[in-house]
């Protein structure tokens, strides 16, 4: 699997934007995706992850009620909904997919995308 990740930008505080992570293969529809995202200094840290249909999703408690992750098996996509983006939100977002469970540590995700910067002006 292969990941494009786009839509990062400068927004301000309160403001919404939208990630997508484009996949390619025909396995997208097989694995579960999540979203990482690492602050210069920080380490990587977990965003929120999404089964493979769909129906299961979960979220760091920083992010809770702001972010909604979800995905389109037919498109090979999936999606991370920011809203009322805080300073502390922005970094570098990484798209990843994991081919064995839906989970939380980076360790269980086997390909990731190149990330996308988000910047958010207070």
């Known amino acids: 699997v292969q990941l494009q990740a786009s839509g990062g930008g400068l927004v301000q505080a309160g403001d919404s934007l939208r990630l997508s992570c484009a996949a390619s293969?025909?396995?997208?529809?097989?694995?579960?995706m999540g979203w990482f995202r690492q602050a210069p200094g920080k380490e990587r840290e977990f965003v929120a992850a999404?089964?493979?249909?769909?129906?299961?999703?979960y979220y760091a408690d920083s992010v809770k009620g702001r972010f909604t992750i979800s995905r389109d098996n037919a498109k090979n996509t999936v999606y991370l909904q920011m809203n009322s983006l805080k300073s502390e939100d922005a970094a570098v977002y990484y798209c990843?997919?994991?081919?064995?469970?839906?989970?939380?540590?980076?360790?269980?995700?086997?390909?990731w995308g190149q990330g996308t910067q988000v910047t958010v002006s207070s």
């Open positions: 999404i089964s493979v249909s769909g129906g299961s999703s």
């Open positions: 293969g025909r396995t997208f529809s097989t694995v579960a």
């Open positions: 990843a997919a994991a081919r064995f469970k839906l989970a939380g540590n980076f360790r269980d995700y086997q390909y």
